[in-house]
């Protein structure tokens, strides 16, 4: 393996690891983004008065597919089949909301990006549905918050 990197073979072109012989555990994995918004923003995504619609209603359904699309989004994931994927919309300050999407399975490797790609999604669907009230809105912070399961144990971000 070209520099420890487990997708790159040992001429250090690109592959898909193998899983085969890893061993099928509760896989579960927790990501957030962050939506920074003006207050007016915040409170009409909150608040359902949106012309485009129920915000929070479609940014949980697109976080909900983009994790089940992960593996077609990002190149060298493996399909899962998830078990649970839950997406959390709240608001964290005045002037922003945190999205958290947590993903679960049971299988040979983790969930992380599924986490992340849900998470990032949810946060970009709110941004779309609010951009006609402020362009100015940002997506921020968006990382794992804790993993648990498989070989590499567990983690949380302090």
Known sequence: ???GLTHLNEKGEAHIVDIGDKAVTRRRAVAQARLVAKVETIAAIMGGSLKKGDALAVARIAGIMAAKKTS???????PLALTKVVINIDVED?????IEAIAETTGQ?????????AASTAALTLYDMAKAIDKAMVITNLML??????KSGDFTRL
């Not at 005045?94 to 945190?98: K, L, Q, S, T, V």
């Not at 918050?145 to 498989?150: F, H, L, Q």
């Open 145 to 150: 918050v804790e993993k648990s399961g498989g």
């Open 109 to 117: 490797t983790g969930v992380e990006m599924e986490a992340l790609v």
């Open 94 to 98: 005045m002037d922003a909301i945190r």
């Open 1 to 3: 393996m070209a520099g």
């Open 72 to 78: 077609e989004l990002i190149p060298l994931c493996h």
